[in-house]
């Protein structure tokens, strides 16, 4: 596997990424985008970063604005609107390193696959059709959220709910149409981001779709049978939707 260090650039801002590749030429490409107040680091990111390569495809992981080792200020450059500017920029990028082939999927966590959601007609008008992707526990309405993280943390200082109303305030479901080919993973305990989150979704989508419903499954999908089984299915799925293999 070869790793290669970058970075990009948008609205004036350094972005740094990481492309893993495999040892095959032109491979198809999967760009990823973490949660809230992850990083490039977050555990299905790293999931993602060995088992992709391995299996014949490259994975692409960067940190949003104000997130990781990225420029930017969490409070003042925290949007969807700008999640989703990041997003395209990170595709753009990978296009333009010219390592990888035509075929483009997305994964994203939490509010990493609002942020798929939201660019993802976006991204089929600029770099063509996608083949598809994997989303976990996604919010598709923003209001449907509970326990909103106010509280201040070693990296930024306490948020206002004003923050949340001013920049995380959106509903997707006209969105989620654009979306096919796309597994989701939601957790039936999940006490952030709602399960009825995944089953709108699931309704919303074009085929071909599905949905993993986790029993008794957290929002950061904490238990070891829940990140097996997204190891197993995740990988499926992208070899699928990638015609890597016959079945998922």
């Not at 790293?46 to 997130?67: I, T």
């Not at 999640?83 to 990493?112: E, I, Q, W, Y």
């Not at 599905?210 to 299915?233: L, N, V, W």
Request: hydrophobic fraction near 40%.
């Amino acid at each position: 596997m070869q790793i290669v260090q970058t970075q990009f650039r948008v609205d004036r801002l350094v972005l740094k990424g990481e492309l893993f590749l495999p040892g095959t030429p032109r491979p198809p490409v999967v760009v990823g985008s973490h949660g809230l107040e992850g990083s490039r680091f977050s555990a299905k990111q790293q999931v993602l970063s060995r088992l992709l390569p391995e299996n014949g495809m490259a994975f692409f992981r960067f940190d949003h604005r104000g997130c990781g080792d990225s420029q930017g200020d969490f409070v003042r450059d925290t949007s969807l609107e700008k999640r989703s500017r990041d997003f395209l920029a990170a595709v753009a990028h990978v296009k333009d390193l010219n390592k990888t082939g035509p075929h483009l999927g997305v994964f994203g966590s939490s509010m990493g696959g609002a942020t798929c959601i939201n660019a993802w007609q976006t991204l089929e008008n600029t770099f063509g059709r996608l083949s598809g992707g994997v989303l976990c526990a996604a919010p598709l309405k923003s209001r449907t959220i509970h326990n909103i993280p106010t509280r201040a943390t070693a990296t930024r200082p306490a948020l206002p709910l004003a923050f949340f109303e001013k920049n995380l305030l959106f509903d997707l479901s006209d969105k989620a149409g654009a979306l096919h080919h796309v597994l989701v993973f939601h957790g039936d305990a999940d006490r952030i981001v709602p399960v009825e989150n995944a089953r709108n979704l699931l309704e919303t989508m074009q085929s071909p779709k599905h949905c993993i419903i986790q029993k008794h499954g957290d929002h950061p999908m904490s238990s070891p049978r829940d990140q097996a089984e997204f190891e197993t299915k995740a990988l499926a799925w992208f070899k699928q939707i990638f015609h890597l293999s016959d079945t998922a």
